[in-house]
């Protein structure tokens, strides 16, 4: 089997499993508005003490609710981006979000037939700049309700508020709630999101 003939039973597995009817979806906003991280000396994620003069990929590989991205990330080759010179923001799900897809998604996104489709769902989550949560609440009042970010996928993210809870939306209605925000790294910024977010990968 070529990988190509791979992508499609995959994209399907993983849309499947992100209808918010499967339970993807991210936790309700009530108990995924943790107090949002200003800039100080020692930023946390996870209880985890954060270095700010290191990268997102170093810093992510610190926090101990991160661990199934960090290896998805490293899989991807995205530890590589995300310690460059940046800025860039990541949202990053939590291991709990990782959990609400379908059993084996996991172990089937790093089969190295499936790279292709790996990267792409971990490039999602990335955008150009130092996004704040400042600004993603400006851009939201701006747009009258909703924002849309420019993703390093290509797919667009949608951003609204429900509540005062920040939330994103991926092209296939998935919902995640910014859990943790505004994590300063020496690159840009980490949110911590509650919820698997997944591009077009057909």
């Known amino acids: ?5 791979l992508i499609p039973p995959l994209t ?28 100080r000396a020692a930023p946390t994620i996870g209880g985890a003490v954060l ?25 991807a080759g995205l530890d590589v981006a995300l310690a460059g010179a940046g800025p860039e923001t990541l949202f990053a799900p939590t291991n709990d979000a990782f959990t609400r897809l379908a059993p084996g998604t996991v172990d089937t996104l790093l089969r190295p037939e499936n790279k292709a ?22 851009r939201v009042a701006a747009g009258g309700g909703t924002a849309t970010l420019a993703t390093a996928e290509g797919d667009p993210l949608t951003v609204m508020l429900t509540g005062d809870v920040l939330t994103l939306t991926d092209v296939n209605g998935n919902r995640s709630y910014i859990q ?23």
């Open 1 to 5: 089997m070529r990988p190509r003939d």
């Open 12 to 39: 399907a597995a993983l849309v499947l499993a992100g209808c918010v009817s499967a339970g993807n979806e991210g936790a309700a906003p009530e108990a995924a508005s943790a107090p949002v991280h200003r800039d």
């Open 51 to 75: 270095d700010p003069a290191d990268t997102i990929a170093g810093n992510a590989a610190r926090a101990p609710n991160l661990t199934t991205f960090v290896k998805l990330m490293r899989a």
């Open 117 to 138: 489709s790996l990267v792409k769902l971990l490039d999602y989550v990335v955008v150009e700049g130092r996004v704040t949560t400042a600004d993603l609440r400006a």
């Open 180 to 202: 943790t925000g505004d994590v300063p790294q020496a690159n840009g910024l980490i949110h911590v999101v509650n919820g698997v977010l997944i591009p077009n990968l057909g």
